[in-house]
DNA sequence: GCGAAAGATGACCGCCCGGTCATGTTGACC
DNA sequence: GGTCAACATGACCGGGCGGTCATCTTTCGC
């Protein structure tokens, strides 16, 4: 929030470069993921290593303001589908876009992906995107579309697991997903099933250590 | 293959190194994935790093030994589960066994998750794999417990994407694939189910760059 | 036991990374 | 258009990485 625009009494220019240095980081953090470098980023966005850190202090810094932008988007997608009248459609429209974002960004892959997420407030929009997600699951559940069982955060979870099934073919087949979010969609319709084992995650782990 | 005592005519101790080193390989590689430094792994064995650049040329060569006697321990597992008279039920515990696997090895996890995967042999102990779980999964399907259009392929797959849906919540609940494993199972007994959009994998494409 | 060959060693190399800082440049305001 | 603070720059730093190699140590056939 308070993002696009930042504080008041800026230089033209650097507003300018701070627009450039986003949308280079974007690119290159979901072409190459997390582990691309500072210095091409910098050299995608025509600027100095020197200036990046002048807008972010630190590599994290930046990787989080582009993940919770991505989680942003992801959030309002979701907030936008929760008035829909079919709700089993409105989730897997929801699915839907989620997985596709995480197949175009690998990095958004990889954070999501870590068995403990050292940043902190990626973690809690991430728990608040599974709120949002809970109400949507809520109606589907309502309308006796999907199992009892299965909750927001579920879903959000899921995400990263149906485009994960699918990474091994990306490179061949960038639309393999669809194959596994089907599969998957059967499984959340599966109304008589046995109840699901293991409670339900609701809140992610702190990063501990490693 | 022809791995556990290589050519005739090897020193003791190089014998026993061999063994320090692929077991602190293993235990390294599974606890702090694929990037842990090849200085980290020769301390663990309690060798030098020059021992271990003697026993195999580049890091790559000790990752991909290490990933294919983890896939042929899987392998194996698979084979011992064709001859069951409960097809699904050894389906089911094939792919219990093949998460679990995954959850305790980083570095497997990280190699199986590529985009690309640059290690040919472990490419292609994958898709033996794939074939193996494919005549487990056929008499699953002949037997009528689990949908038509579902390839061993598929299954092997889905152990990553499993797997990686628990991943944010591994360190609170280490269990917690169990959810998720009992969920796309759910989706593999949907028999009526429309059939699934696009074709399966066979084979798992080269690297290409990146 | 002894000699020679195979193996083990760790200092060393070049590379690239995240991050810093003295210096040069630019834009906003009067 | 002059002034100055804010900003941009890229050379530079320390550190860790994969990998090498001259040197020392161990094993084994005799």
Redesign the interface.
Known sequence: MTETTAAPSQRADMVRNRRLLLDAATAAFAE?GVDVSMGEIAQRAGLAKGTVFRHFASKEDLLAAIMLQLLDRLTGTADRLVDADDAAAALHEFMTVGVEVLAAD?AFCEV??????QLSQVRSA?ERLGETAETLTARAREQGAIRGD?TGM?IV??L??????????????P??W???L?????????TN??R??????R??????S?
């Open positions: 190459c690998r999501i992906g870590r068995p403990s997420l991430i299965v579920d979870l899921l990263g697991g149906i485009h994960q099934t699918a990474v091994p073919l990306l490179a061949a087949q639309q393999a669809r194959r596994y089907e599969l998957t969609f059967d499984g959340l319709r599966a099933a046995p699901l084992p293991h409670p339900p995650g809140r992610l782990p702190a990063a501990d490693d």
